[in-house]
């Protein structure tokens, strides 16, 4: 498995950008697909996006689709979750998670990954 730490989160306003970062540790990191989930306040975890192993392949929610973008860099052992035009319905605790996907890059359950981060919060204001 590997270690997952998030960071990057916080506050903006309506309009705004974050850019979410996530650490792993271990020299596998390279051979996962990435995931991006949120959980909002009473609701399940939702997809946000995914990123291939070789960062050539990535998939967005349609909720996001044209406002976030994710990218990696392996030789940093990093993925990113950029988000520009935040809403408020985009307030959540977002999550990175890697897992094992083959050459599949879509929606996916969060099952089907096996290692988590601790989730960073992301408020955007009205």
């Known amino acids: 498995q590997v270690q997952l730490v998030e960071s990057g989160g916080g506050l903006v306003q309506a309009g705004g950008s974050l850019r979410l970062s996530c650490a792993a540790s271990?020299?596998?990191?390279?051979?996962?697909?990435m995931g991006w989930f949120r959980q909002a306040p009473g609701k399940e975890r939702e997809f946000v996006a995914a990123?291939?192993?070789?960062?050539?392949?990535?998939y967005y929610a349609h909720s996001v689709k044209g406002r976030f973008t994710t990218s990696r860099d392996n030789a940093k052992n990093i993925v990113y979750l950029q988000m520009n035009s935040l809403q408020p319905e985009d307030t959540a605790v977002y999550y990175c998670?890697?897992?094992?996907?083959?050459?599949?890059?879509?929606?996916?359950?969060?099952?089907?990954?096996?290692?988590w981060g601790q989730g960073t919060q992301v408020t955007v204001s009205s």
């Open positions: 271990g020299h596998t990191f390279s051979s996962y697909t």
């Open positions: 990123i291939g192993w070789s960062g050539s392949s990535t």
């Open positions: 998670a890697a897992g094992n996907t083959g050459d599949y890059i879509g929606p996916t359950a969060p099952q089907v990954f096996g290692s």
